[in-house]
């Protein structure tokens, strides 16, 4: 018959496991999975951030915590009173702009509808912006516009104006020489613009006698892509491009333009110009009846786009494998910061694919010498005049016209 025994053994003191390690761990592991999407969102990057974040209770750009108490804090028959706690942000996340100005109030008042006492500032979103005063009642007047290298950056935010200089930019716009601070005098009406209506049964003009700021407004926010597209294009090939450049033309009876020019000396020869004219060549405004209205003069503010707003044109373009516009933003970027890694690492990319195409011309130079001379000028878009690529692509080309 088998005899149990019993020992007893003293074993050491096992030390818990240590939290902090395993939150800074998480927090390490997370910041190696944001640099893995450089060129976009991976689903798979994105489900692993988010399973780390909510195992250890971590705020990423994918997750959040928020303590709600539900303890009623209100005295009997008293009216409810909701209390918003700030949440804690991931990071390079914030709720205020570049101003200083806080986007959640802004978000809750347009998304409320409500009408505030203070006038809402224009945010631009890269396209063109006006400043509104809502803050009476009747019809909201736009008091200025302006925009950001959004315009060049993601294509810029444009600053709107304020204050005596909106005044003063829309007086110049429709004409007006008197002070900033006074409005123009109302101009007599006279008898050959009086609106006088149809007779009941016969038919009439349906359009305006004149046009009007709104008009005028509508039209050039309802654009504001094609103007984005010109500062975006711009941007890349014109230094530092910034400031206001004045459109100057005339709208005829039936909505169209003409007599376009560029008021702004500095800009006259510039691609922006010639882009912004072909555009304003091809908007349409509202048909009017009266006399022939004066030449417009209409301001276009906006400024230089930031290197991190090129780096990121750049990468939106590789991803669409647009490599000219990509090695356009990457070079300007890196100009203006060579210590800038992204723009680097963007610029050694451009020119691996630069020089894999110089490849494929090479070997086409004999089979197919009009798909090589077209690979060749691509690849002359790509790298910078000074590069042993663009020499090579030069000769080349060279030597095919030379046959």
Known sequence: MARSTELEVELPAREEEHQALATLWARARIEELEKEQYKGEQPETVRMITSLGLEHRLVTRYTSFVAVDQTPATEPRSPIRTVCEPVELPDQVSMEDG????????????????????????????GIGTRMDVSGAGDAKPQGLGSQSGF????????????????????????????????????????????IPPAPGSSGPTHKAQLQQSDVMEVVVANKGTIKA?????????????????????????????????????????????????????WRFPEYFGPQMSPISFPFKFSAASVAELVEKGGKALLREDYRTAARAFRKAFERDPANRDAAFGLEQVRKK??????????????????????????????????ELYRKAQKRLEALDGH
Not at 276 to 282: E, M, T, V
Not at 370 to 380: F, G
């Open 230 to 282: 010109c500062v975006d294009e711009a941007s890349l090939t014109e230094a530092d491009l910034g400031g206001t450049i004045v459109m100057r033309w005339t709208i005829r009876l039936d909505g169209s333009t003409s007599s376009i020019v560029t008021v702004t000396d500095e800009y006259r020869q510039t691609q922006l110009a010639a882009c912004l004219s072909d555009a304003i060549k091809r």
């Open 99 to 126: 101003e200083g100005n806080n986007l959640r109030s802004s978000i809750l008042y347009r998304a409320r509808g409500v009408v505030s006492s203070k006038p809402l500032e224009a945010r631009g979103m890269g």
């Open 152 to 195: 060049a950056g993601q294509a810029a935010d444009l600053q709107p104006t304020s204050g005596p200089q909106v005044d003063y930019d829309f007086d110049k716009i429709f004409g007006s020489n008197g002070s900033p601070d006074t409005p123009p005098p109302s101009e007599p009406r006279s008898r050959k613009n009086v609106y």
């Open 354 to 387: 630069a020089q894999e195409v110089y490849s494929e011309a090479y070997l086409l130079s004999q089979r197919d010498p009009t798909r090589a001379r077209q690979l060749l000028q691509q690849l002359l878009q790509m790298v910078e005049p000074g590069h």
